[in-house]
Structures are given as C-alpha cells and as structure tokens.
C-alpha cells in the first residue's frame, strides 16, 4: 500500500510564473491537508479538503493560492505568480477521515519549491 | 486558540542515554495527540498516536505519555542511537481543521 506522493520533489520556478504541486493520497483516503514549512520554522497548515469540496482554507493566502481535489485524481496546490517568499516545502498529508475522528495523518515527502 | 510549544529545540546527547522531550498545548480539549519524526529533506514519519482517553502509548524504544489537564506530553526515547537524530515534532489533530504543530525539538545522538 504506498503512501502519501507527492511530486515533483523539487521545483525551481522563476518569479510570476505558476507552480503546481500534486499529493495523491493514501488508498482509501479522502481527507487531504496542505501544509507549509518555511526553513527552521514548523508547519503551518494552509488548506483541508475532501473530494471535491474545500472544507477549510482558513490557512491559505486568500491571493495567488489555490487548491482542489477532484473526484479522480490528485490533489492539487496551485501557486499562481510566485514570487521569493513562496520558497519553503510544500507538504500533503491524508487521513481515513478528518475533522475530530482519531485517524492519524500520514505525510508526503514534500515539494521544495525555490523560486528564483 | 490552540498553541503547541516544544521544549528544548535542541538536544545533543552521547549514544546511550535515555531523553525526554516535551511537548505542551493551550487547549486541553483535544482528541489525541501525534508524534512525527522528520528527518532533514524528508516528510513526516508518524511514530505514535496517543489517544486523549490514554495516559501513555508504547512502540520499541518510544514511550509517549500524555496528561491532558496539564496540557503536556512527554516522548520518552530509551537508549538513544545515532540513527534516532531527528527532528521531533508534536501536534495536535484537526478539531477545526487547523492542525497545530510544534516547532519541534532537534535532536543529535553522537556516537
């Protein structure tokens, strides 16, 4: 049963352009979360979604950030215009189910995005 | 607002020695309590997860207790290798979708 993918590994994107980030779940999970890790910072959570529906994007930039998860296919981090502070590890985890069940969250190895 | 803080952020020990690191929350009204370990370049790599109707959670070498009035967790490592040098991370579960993680504990084992 693989785990939490994410790709790419590492994606170097010039200022204004777009990055895309993926995380296929784990099989059998339906709750996907973003986090963010700035370097020497801890995760900041950003945005959880279920099949085609965002549950909460509390913690995400309300401009040039997105995300979705279509009912087939990954989940999807879109960063529109990057620009320098946009450089940190992008990180997906999934669970069984979400919100207060005591299913624990199983993390991808992350996106580096550098913008230059 | 749930706040986790962790303490020390770093820790440097010789091979062999038992350690404890801490973590405490603000709010005590949480479901359970995870531990990960991330490893420099990597993602998270859970290692326990302390149900909040439990006192304490076991897995090899790992002992994590959790005393939910106090709003602390301890994760207690015995005979520490230089394999367990790591970043420790604690969190607490998505209550309102907004996951809260520790900063997180660097720990070096020197062989």
């Known amino acids: 049963n693989a785990g939490v993918m994410q790709n790419p590994r590492h994606l170097v994107r010039r200022r204004g352009q777009e990055a895309r980030l993926r995380c296929s779940p784990m099989?059998?999970?339906?709750?996907v979360y973003w986090y963010r890790q700035l370097p020497e910072e801890g995760l900041k959570f950003m945005v959880y979604?279920?099949?085609?529906?965002?549950?909460?994007e509390s913690g995400m930039p309300k401009e040039r950030f997105s995300a979705e998860f279509p009912k087939e296919g990954p989940s999807i981090l879109r960063i529109q215009q990057v620009v320098r502070g946009d450089s940190a590890a992008y990180f997906c985890?999934?669970?069984?189910?979400?919100?207060?069940?005591?299913?624990?969250?199983?993390f991808g190895n992350g996106t580096r995005l550098t913008v230059t | 607002k749930q706040e986790v803080t962790q303490i020390p952020a770093a820790l440097s020990v010789p091979e062999g020695e038992n350690l404890v690191l801490n973590c405490s929350f603000t709010?005590?009204?949480?479901?359970?309590l995870q531990w990960f370990r991330q490893d420099p370049g990597k993602g998270l790599t859970s290692l326990l997860l302390?149900?909040?109707?439990?006192r304490e959670q076991t897995s090899g070498r790992l002992n994590a207790s959790l005393d939910k009035s106090s709003g602390r967790s301890t994760l207690y490592i015995a005979a520490s290798q230089p394999g367990d040098s790591a970043t420790y991370l604690c969190?607490?579960?998505?209550?309102?979708?907004?996951?809260?993680f520790g900063a997180g504990t660097r720990l070096t084992v020197k062989p």
């Open positions: 985890a999934s669970s069984v189910t979400g919100g207060a069940d005591n299913s624990p969250l199983h």
């Open positions: 099989k059998g999970h339906s709750h």
């Open positions: 979604l279920q099949k085609e529906n965002i549950i909460d």
């Open positions: 709010d005590s009204a949480i479901y359970n």
């Open positions: 302390i149900q909040s109707s439990q």
């Open positions: 969190a607490v579960p998505p209550v309102n979708n907004d996951m809260r």
